[in-house]
């Protein structure tokens, strides 16, 4: 088991370059399925979370070949419809596989996928907007089968825009019969990278960043290059690293565009942010000021990031309200930051932050994602050396996440035993 091992307590100071989006990235090896031909992908992280995807793509019948930080995927062997349920518990992002392979084949067997446990994260938006496409599905012992004669395009009502489902849909109808459109589709930035992709391969889509989205099927894709979009939540955990410890960072290979609530809220706690081209520089005060914050689809504030303001709040001046509104199990970090001295009190979606204090350091475990990267922001700001287990959560999701905070001052390493 991994662990980082964190003396808190330096500052967080100079340039990084953010890495390659994990949200774009996933969905975009998924849509390698979909053309029988060789494809070219740059800047995909190496997280654990592709690197499963791409296991999970090598079984299918892949041929992958990783070369100086592109890595090629030919597709045109796939030899079985079926995702294999131990690869496919390891994440949720595993389902929007099963749209490409329906896309491709009309036909996919999978098991209910796993992830970060943050909440109930059921996939009925998904499995009802495969039946609206005609696909006939049996699920039995935890298997999902789905298979059709034809895909035809049609309208379909999303009742919440779902991120995953939006991309399923879009993944399984650009090589369906007729047109298809999503209304209350999501508009995640990540959405239009996975679209931007399609495209160059030569899928008819229309409306990727609005909530209506169509879908003109085509008869073929051909293979393509494409360069995966900067990691916006990474940019926010690094900038909110920055300004939970006093200091100053400029991230490179960064997208502002994609984070105007994020910056906003940097803003309010009294961070000076400043964007150019591809650069965001943060400067943090001498005091943070305590905000409220509410989460929401995009352009709302993101979920992603609520763990690491909630954990970063602890030091500001005063009381801050945090609301919880995408996922609803998202606080069990919660119980980890108190072992180092955070008030913070959860009453259903919401979490009162109290500022001010002086957290000391503890042993903590991950509980997730998202929620590890919160307890490394603490326990860089915390007095002593602390200890964070299960970091293998973290891995999934933020590449050389040690290597980039040592180089901007912090001190932390990997304990693996
Ligand atoms: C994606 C992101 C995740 C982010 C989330 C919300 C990836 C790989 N992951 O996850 O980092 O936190 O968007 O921005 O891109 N829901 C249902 N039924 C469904 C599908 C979703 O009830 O069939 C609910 C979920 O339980 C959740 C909400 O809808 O409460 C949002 O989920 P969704 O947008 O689907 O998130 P993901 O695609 O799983």
Do not use: W
């Not at 290059?225 to 006093?246: K, Q, V, W």
Request: glycine share 8%; proline share 3%.
């Amino acid at each position: 088991m991994k662990s980082y091992i964190i003396e808190g307590g330096k500052k967080i100071e100079g340039n990084v370059r953010v890495s390659g989006s994990k949200n774009a990235a996933l969905p975009i090896l998924a849509a390698t399925i979909l053309c029988p031909d060789s494809n070219k992908l740059y800047n995909i992280p190496k997280i654990s979370d592709t690197e499963n995807t791409l296991e999970i793509l090598k079984i299918l019948g892949c041929k992958i070949k990783q070369n100086h930080g592109k890595i090629y995927v030919n597709s045109r062997n796939i030899n079985t419809k079926e995702i294999p349920s131990e690869l496919m518990s390891k994440m949720r992002s595993t389902v929007i596989l099963a749209g490409a392979i329906l896309g491709r084949f009309k036909e996919v067997i999978f098991s209910y996928p796993g992830g970060c446990d943050i909440g109930a994260r059921p996939i009925d938006i998904h499995i009802n907007a495969f039946k609206k496409l005609g696909i006939e599905i049996k699920e039995e012992n935890g298997y999902v089968r789905c298979k059709a004669d034809k895909i035809i395009g049609t309208d379909i009502n999303l009742d919440f825009p779902s991120v995953g489902a939006t991309e399923n849909i879009i993944l399984a109808t650009v090589l369906a019969d007729g047109k298809t459109t999503i209304n209350n589709a999501a508009m995640e930035p990540e959405i239009i990278d996975m679209v931007k992709f399609l495209r160059k391969m030569g899928a008819k889509i229309f409306g990727e960043g609005t909530n209506q989205i169509s879908i003109i099927g085509v008869k073929h894709l051909s293979g393509t290059s494409y360069n995966i979009m900067p990691d916006r939540i990474e940019a926010g955990t690094l900038l909110c690293a920055a300004a939970a410890t006093g200091g100053k960072i400029v991230l490179s290979n960064s997208n502002s565009e994609h984070m105007g609530a994020i910056i906003n809220k940097l803003d309010e706690c009294g961070c000076q942010v400043s964007c150019s081209a591809d650069k965001i520089s943060l400067s943090a005060p001498k005091k943070l000021k305590h905000i409220e914050i509410k989460t929401m689809i995009y352009p709302g504030f993101p979920t992603d990031l609520q763990q690491v303001f909630t954990s970063m709040m602890t030091k500001s001046s005063g009381t801050s309200i945090i609301v919880e509104n995408i996922f609803e199990n998202r606080y069990k970090f919660i119980s980890e930051l108190r072992k180092m001295g955070a008030k913070i009190v959860v009453e259903g979606r919401t979490a009162i932050v109290t500022g001010k204090r002086k957290l000391q350091s503890a042993e903590m475990i991950c509980t997730d994602l998202r929620g590890g990267a919160a307890l490394v922001i603490a326990a860089m700001t915390a007095k002593g050396i602390s200890k964070i287990s299960n970091i293998e959560y973290i891995l999934r999701g933020y590449e050389n996440f040690d290597k980039k905070l040592s180089s901007l001052g912090a001190k932390i390493r990997i304990e693996d035993i």
